[in-house]
């Protein structure tokens, strides 16, 4: 259970006592949302990040969610993923799979990981042509106010320094209007090669989810959600403002220290 929740510019906040109590309210989020989904269109479209994010989803690998959740209706994409092969370390597509994906029963035809075998740039083409195709056959539904793919959760981390996916502070791409997928090559964190989604794409989800965990990011989360210094450069994490989508930030109370205002029950 949080030990606060409450709506701020847009946005939710949930604030909780541990990690524990953080993925298991995450993994009710994503379960709910999943079931509304295939109500409503017959699909679950997910996009996933990788680092922490993935040890924090890992109890829908458990009961009761492995069984009540319609896991051969979700189709799983990335937000951003490096461009390394799928067995090495670094694969957000490897950590999803080990920590996750082989362990429920997804359809592996659903899973839409990069091509690992070509450059970043051509990475990033292949993985919007197929992001494209999908939108066509509403695989994943498509924004009433724009042509970007409408995906029914995108889900985040941060970094200590603000930013989500592969978009980082004062990079090009944050200002990529026209690609839903770009790349870069030289990016401030290894490897250097990444794929990510462009911020058209992450604004039009119905639903982002921005999970922060550690006292060592508790200063961006300050300048992000408390709106410190609005006429300095924004931060990436900022910058994600769903268009007609719901933006909750999952917290624990580390992440959370520096937050104006936050009083936390003992």
Avoid at 208 to 236: F, I, M, N
Wanted: charged letters at 25%.
């Amino acid at each position: 259970m949080a030990l606060c929740g409450a709506k701020k510019d847009g946005r939710e906040l949930k604030i909780y006592e541990n990690t524990d109590e953080l993925s298991t309210d995450l993994a009710d989020y994503i379960a709910e949302l999943s079931e509304n989904s295939v109500k409503e269109r017959g699909v679950f479209a997910i996009a996933l990040s990788g680092g922490s994010l993935i040890s924090l989803i890992c109890k829908l690998c458990e009961a009761p969610y492995n069984k009540t959740v319609d896991w051969a209706k979700w189709y799983i994409f990335w937000a951003d993923e490096r461009v390394v092969a799928k067995s090495h370390a670094d694969s957000n597509y490897k950590l999803a799979k080990d920590g996750i994906l082989s362990k429920v029963p997804v359809i592996p035809s659903h899973v839409h990981s990069i091509n690992d075998t070509v450059s970043a740039e051509k990475a990033a083409e292949d993985y919007e042509f197929v992001i494209r195709q999908l939108v066509r056959t509403r695989v994943i539904n498509v924004s009433d106010i724009c042509d970007c793919p409408k995906f029914d959760l995108i889900l985040l981390g941060m970094g200590p320094d603000g930013h989500v996916a592969s978009l980082f502070p004062g990079h090009s791409v944050l200002d990529e209007k026209e690609q839903w997928v770009t790349f870069i090559t030289d990016s401030p964190k290894p490897p250097p090669e990444r794929i990510t989604f462009t911020l058209p794409v992450i604004n039009s989800a119905s639903n982002v989810a921005v999970v922060v965990t550690g006292g060592s990011k508790a200063d961006a989360v300050h300048l992000v959600v408390d709106d410190v210094e609005p006429d300095h450069p924004s931060l990436p994490a900022k910058l994600v403002q769903p268009t007609k989508g719901n933006l909750v930030w999952f917290l624990d109370k580390a992440a959370a220290s520096k937050l104006d205002g936050t009083k936390f029950s003992e």
